[in-house]
């Protein structure tokens, strides 16, 4: 089947990176591996966030956590988190010029109760914010600060609804909001400047919402996508269709024999739980090829697979791991060139 990408430029041509998936399929890292592979390259990058919860910091090992404000955290590489109400304050402020005056507004019950019933005007208003960061220039050079902007977005569910808001909205709202919607909605449709890509993992729920998500956002936006990432995908040690006879194995005295040098003679019931072992990771690989080809059937993207990378605790080293399993993924899919020397 045909591809429905965005396009034929290498994807960190981009200037926003919109990545959604199912909560809980590694978003957060997959965001942040794009992070480092494209300051590696020598780009500026902005990660935006709408719920980072800390993740963030400690992949990049940084000790200032994520907040409202741009935030440092690697050379080259920031972060902000978007919060609803300081990114609506910053908006008022900007609108009416008056701090004292928005401050009375905010503060009122009136404003409250319209912000707890009104999720899609604030939601809107933080599409707004990652418009403007993308657009920001330095006011010295009069070039854009921001090479490449990366906004690991809602999950797919809520996600979905964060993509069409700007055209839904445009129809609805007056004035500057209105205007607010237009500019967003333009920046989202651009082929040339933005590209939408989903992750998810082998297994049965994250697939099939990865295959609805595809197909909503191919049909009721104009959002360019570019590719789908497979996380953490098991590797196939025995190259087998079936899990491996290998507690057989294990019980012979060759084996056995290995056993005890390894353990130093504390090997009893040492085989089953190897044999155990091994029909896991057999059954995980086959769970991951199975996934793999429900995928390439059922979405004309790009697939890049990330394999599962193995670790009592996941930081930068990790992250690092993941940045060159999936830089180069990318490059063998043609999203990405290879690096210049």
Not at 165 to 175: I, N, T, V, Y
């Amino acid at each position: 089947m045909a591809d429905d990408t965005a396009g034929g430029d290498d994807l960190f041509s981009k200037r926003l990176l919109v990545v959604s998936g199912k909560g809980g399929v590694g978003k957060t890292v997959i965001t942040s591996a794009m992070a480092l592979i494209a300051s590696a390259r020598g780009m500026n990058v902005l990660l935006i966030k709408m719920d980072d919860q800390g993740r963030t910091a400690q992949l990049f090992e940084s000790e200032q956590p994520v907040g409202d404000v741009v935030t440092p955290l690697r050379e080259s590489i920031s972060a902000i988190n978007l919060d609803p109400i300081t990114v609506v304050a910053d908006y008022f402020t900007k609108q009416l010029r008056v701090r004292s005056l928005v401050k009375h507004i905010m503060g009122s019950k009136l404003f409250q109760n319209w912000f707890r019933v009104s999720p899609a005007i604030k939601e809107m208003i933080c599409l707004g914010k990652v418009w403007d960061l993308v657009e920001e220039k330095s006011w010295w050079r009069k070039r854009f600060v921001w090479d490449l902007v990366i906004f690991d977005a809602p999950a797919t569910g809520h996600g979905l609804g964060l993509l069409r808001l700007p055209e839904q909205a445009s129809k609805l709202l007056m004035g500057p909001l209105r205007t607010n919607a237009l500019g967003v909605q333009a920046m989202l449709e651009n082929t040339k400047t933005t590209a939408l890509m989903i992750v998810t993992l082998p297994e049965e729920m994250p697939v099939n919402e990865a295959v609805h998500f595809y197909d909503q956002a191919r049909t009721k936006t104009r959002v360019p996508l570019a590719g789908i990432v497979l996380n953490a995908v098991a590797p196939d040690r025995f190259g087998q269709d079936e899990a491996p006879e290998v507690e057989p194995v294990l019980a012979e005295a060759p084996a056995q024999a290995a056993l005890s040098a390894v353990l130093g003679g504390e090997s009893e019931g040492a085989a089953t739980a190897l044999a155990t072992a091994a029909e896991y990771s057999s059954s995980r690989a086959r769970l991951s090829a199975h996934y793999r080809q429900q995928l390439k059937a059922r979405i004309r993207l790009p697939l890049i697979e990330v394999p599962y990378v193995f670790a009592e605790a996941f930081r930068f080293p990790q992250l690092e791991r993941v940045a060159g399993l999936l830089e180069r993924q990318l490059i063998e899919s043609g999203l990405l060139a290879e690096a210049s020397s």
